[in-house]
Every structure is written in structure tokens, then in C-alpha cells.
């Protein structure tokens, strides 16, 4: 097995783009995200893709998320009311930026709501932050006052476009126009001065660069802990399926014996023991069958955890290895408050026991006046031992 150490080694040296690729993919419609929501287990979906996996449900109604199965309450609001994921959609915009240096392959946004043709994109609107067209972009020059600032999109254009994504995701979400530099630890949110100087006065506030540096460390204490019950999950589930496989083998080499002793009892006697026989594999079978189920649930749940932790783990690394510090204040509480859950869960608690498993052969010229052919011991760590003896009649 690896050592934490070894496992966020080999995480970090994954090809940065691969990562983005998959990170901005939505698990739903495996497109690119489009108005992507967050949900309370982390994992982040189209908001069209959850208003049609959850049509027949309604607002405060609890559902399952569809990749861990993790309930939480539709919003009073809807789906719609659900926590936007900035840090997605800030890795879809540079995703974008860098699929082509010349946009070739994207839509224009007009067309593809108005137009059965859709143009490709020339033209980027810094102020409606829309990819338009040449025809689309024309009325953006025309407005009212001060026309919309237009830039012609290119490898050139790049930067420019990416520092304006990023002067966006660090503004104020009240106040537009406003940096967010602050931190209102009572709120759990980023500020302005002017939210600061209307309402958050009287709280807990601290600037967003050292209240991230704060929240750096404590999501990579989660981060690094969360590692550890991943690798001793993987570890019990190595155990568990090695256990399982042990017994079905002891279980098979049971099942020759009892076979065997039957063909000598009815060679040495004369009498039909399959009856006894088939009763005793029977007994022998419906143990095998209830430890399999059993070894199957302990895997399912070590599956599931695993997924969940992996999860966090994913996240967690990419936002703090990309992630600027309005976006780790932005989620450094709920970040938290999802690595306690799972930790509180402590899978590594599942165990599978298989049941211990012997024959023991009568000894056939030893039998006078009944047909013993043998006993059958099954003991676990919970119970003491249960016997099956079967008879024949003379």
C-alpha cells in the first residue's frame, strides 16, 4: 500500500489539463458544465441536468445526490436555490479560453437561443460577459452612453479575458462593482467595505487573504486525514475480499469431503446416503450464501465511503492548489463541515467475519447401529459453535 505521502504525490503529477477536463464535466449529460450547482456532498452538476433527474420532485423534498446517494432537501426555492460553484465555473471559462486559440469550435451565445444558425465565436463582451458573433456583437457598440467594451478573441486575447473572469469571481456578490476583501466569519461569506460598513460592522470579520491562509491549512489537515481512512479502507477491503476468498476456498474443499465420505459410507454399507448428504450441502450452501452477502455489503459500504472520500480529496487538492483566496474562504466552511461527516462516519469500523468452516469425517467402521456420516461445525466471533449431525435409517 502507498503512504499518504506517496498517494498526494501521485495525485499531484495527474495532467493539470486531464484534471480540468474532468473537473468541468458534468457527471449527468458528460458535457461541459453549464450554470453549474453544488450540492452539500461537494459534487456539482448542470442545473438543467438536476431540474430533469429531479422533475417529479418537489421544493424541501429530500433526494438522493446521483453520484454518492448522499440525501439532502431541494431548496425551498428549488434547484435553482442551490449553492453556485464558483470555482467550476471559473475552471469552465479558462477551459474555454484554451480549447482554441482562435474560439473556432464555440457557439455564439445569441444564435444558439434565437437563431436555427448558429455562428462561431469572434467576439467576447467584457460587460455582458457573453462569446458572441460579428453579427451578434454589432448592437453591444450601439448601446445607450458608453458603448460595451468588445475584444476580438484570440490567443492574443487570452489573458485579457482570463483577468477579467478573475476581477469577476473576486467581486462582491451584493455589490458588483465592489472588490470583496473581507471575510465575515459570523456570515460565512466574502465582503466589501460597503457590506462591511452596513451590516457586518459588529461581526467577526478578517481579510480574505489571511483568513484563507487559515482556511489553507485546516482544509489540508481535513485533506490529509481523510487520505489516512482512505487508505485503511482500502486496506480492510483488500483484507475482507482476501477473508471471503479464503472461505469460499475452505468452504469447496469442505464440500469434496462431505462427498467423499458419502461415496464411502455408501460403498461400506450398502445404503443410500444422499439424502443425508444433499442435506448436509444444503446447510453447507445457505452458509456460503449468507457470507457472501455479507462480504458483498461490507465491499458495497467500503465502495461508497470511498467514493465520497475520494471525492473531497479531488477537491479539496484542486482548490487549494488553484483555487485564489476569495474562492477557499468562499468554501472553507463547508469544506470542513463535509470532512467531519465523512471522518464521524469512520468506515474503516465495517468488518467482514466470515464464519469458520470444518467437516469432520465419520469414522464408517465404527458405525453399527446408525449411518453418522460425519458433522458439519460452522462458528463466528459472535456466536459459539452450531453442529448439523444427519442419520440414516437402518
Known amino acids: 500500500m502507498h503512504s499518504d505521502k506517496d498517494a ?14 474532468d473537473l468541468t464535466t458534468c457527471p449527468i449529460c458528460v458535457d461541459i458544465f453549464d450554470n453549474p450547482k453544488s450540492l452539500p456532498c461537494l459534487h456539482a452538476f448542470c442545473l438543467k441536468c438536476l431540474q430533469g433527474h429531479f422533475k417529479d420532485t418537489f421544493p424541501r423534498e429530500e433526494v438522493s445526490c446521483p453520484v454518492c446517494r448522499k440525501r439532502f432537501r431541494i431548496p425551498s426555492n428549488g434547484l435553482d436555490g442551490l449553492q453556485h460553484h464558483f470555482i467550476i465555473d471559473r475552471l469552465v471559462e ?3 479560453s484554451e480549447s482554441s486559440d482562435d474560439f473556432e469550435e464555440l457557439p455564439c451565445e445569441i444564435c444558439a437561443e434565437e437563431n ?7 467576439k467576447y463582451c467584457l460587460d455582458c460577459n457573453q462569446m458572441l458573433c460579428d453579427q451578434c456583437s454589432r448592437p453591444h457598440t450601439k448601446t445607450k452612453g458608453e458603448n460595451h467594451r468588445i475584444r476580438t478573441l484570440g490567443a492574443e486575447r487570452r489573458q485579457e479575458l482570463l483577468h477579467h473572469i478573475e476581477e469577476m469571481e473576486t467581486a462582491c456578490e451584493k455589490h458588483k462593482d465592489k472588490e470583496a476583501e473581507l ?6 461569506e466574502n465582503i466589501c467595505v460597503l457590506c462591511f460598513a452596513t451590516k457586518h460592522r459588529s461581526h467577526n470579520n478578517g481579510e480574505i487573504p489571511e483568513v484563507a491562509d487559515n482556511f489553507r491549512l485546516r482544509i489540508d489537515e481535513d485533506d490529509q486525514r481523510i487520505l489516512s481512512v482512505i487508505n485503511g479502507a482500502r486496506q480492510q477491503s483488500e483484507q475482507a475480499q482476501e477473508e471471503g476468498n479464503k472461505f469460499l476456498s475452505k468452504a469447496e474443499d469442505v464440500k469434496r469431503k462431505v462427498l467423499a465420505t458419502g461415496d464411502v459410507v455408501k460403498h461400506s454399507f450398502n445404503r443410500s446416503v444422499d439424502d443425508q448428504t444433499n442435506e448436509m450441502l444444503m446447510k453447507l450452501e445457505s452458509v456460503k450464501s449468507e457470507s457472501v452477502k455479507q462480504s458483498e455489503s461490507v465491499q458495497l459500504a467500503y465502495q461508497q465511503a470511498l467514493v465520497a472520500m475520494e471525492s473531497f480529496h479531488t477537491h479539496s487538492r484542486e482548490l487549494l492548489d488553484k483555487g485564489r483566496p476569495s474562492d477557499i474562504t468562499r468554501a472553507g466552511c463547508e469544506l470542513h463541515d463535509r470532512a467531519t461527516e465523512l471522518l464521524d462516519s469512520d468506515v474503516t469500523a465495517v468488518k467482514y467475519r466470515p464464519p469458520h468452516v470444518t467437516f469432520t469425517p465419520t469414522d464408517v467402521t465404527q458405525v453399527k447401529c446408525l449411518n453418522l456420516i460425519g458433522e ?12 448439523y449431525q444427519l442419520y440414516s435409517n437402518k
Not at 498526494?8 to 477536463?21: D, E, G, I, N, P
Not at 436555427?116 to 469572434?122: N, S
Open 8 to 21: 498526494a504525490s501521485m495525485l499531484r503529477q495527474t495532467s493539470a489539463s486531464s484534471v480540468t477536463t
Open 94 to 96: 479558462v477551459r474555454k
Open 116 to 122: 436555427d444558425e448558429i455562428a462561431t465565436v469572434t
Open 183 to 188: 471575510y465575515c466569519h459570523d456570515c460565512k
Open 376 to 387: 458439519l461445525t460452522v462458528t463466528s466471533e459472535e456466536q459459539t459453535g452450531r453442529s
